[in-house]
């Protein structure tokens, strides 16, 4: 899952930083308002990289999601970009966890099966 979900962030991390450069052109927001919204996303992005083993990083990452879709209140794009990238986020959580099970039971049943040819072998 870890992979899956850290492919989506770091996707994130670039689009939000793409979609600071499209704000910029709003006349209604400073530069610093634009990077200090846009820096602050895209730190969280990079460091729920590191974090999705933690508990409740998963949930951090809905809620950035949920910010990435409310910023096409100023980038009207992002409204298509958050969904398709909420999209990304819930298949990644989804087949992440299901590739996970399946590693989890091949690498049980791999540990069953040496440890039944190991005393034969003795």
Same mark, same amino acid.
């Given at each position: 899952? $870890? =992979?899956?979900?850290? &492919? =989506?962030?770091?996707?994130?991390?670039?689009? !939000?930083?793409?979609?600071?450069? !499209?704000?910029?052109?709003?006349?209604? +927001? =400073?530069?610093?308002?634009? %990077?200090?919204?846009?820096?602050?996303?895209?730190?969280?992005?990079?460091? +729920?990289?590191?974090?999705? &083993? $933690?508990?409740?990083? !998963?949930?951090?990452?809905?809620?950035?999601?949920?910010? +990435?879709?409310?910023?096409?209140?100023?980038?009207?794009?992002?409204?298509?970009?958050?969904?398709?990238?909420?999209?990304? %986020? %819930?298949?990644?959580?989804?087949?992440? $966890?299901?590739?996970?099970?399946?590693?989890?039971? %091949?690498?049980? $049943?791999?540990?069953?099966?040496?440890?039944? =040819?190991?005393?034969?072998?003795?």
């Amino acid at each position: 899952m $870890r =992979t899956l979900c850290a &492919s =989506t962030l770091i996707g994130e991390f670039f689009i !939000v930083g793409f979609a600071g450069l !499209v704000a910029m052109k709003n006349p209604d +927001l =400073t530069q610093a308002q634009v %990077w200090t919204v846009c820096g602050v996303t895209m730190l969280l992005s990079v460091l +729920l990289c590191g974090m999705l &083993s $933690r508990p409740g990083a !998963v949930q951090i990452g809905w809620a950035l999601q949920i910010g +990435l879709i409310a910023s096409g209140f100023v980038v009207p794009t992002m409204f298509f970009l958050g969904a398709v990238f909420a999209g990304l %986020w %819930w298949c990644s959580v989804h087949y992440g $966890r299901k590739i996970d099970a399946i590693k989890a039971s %091949w690498a049980a $049943r791999t540990a069953e099966a040496a440890g039944q =040819t190991a005393p034969d072998a003795a």
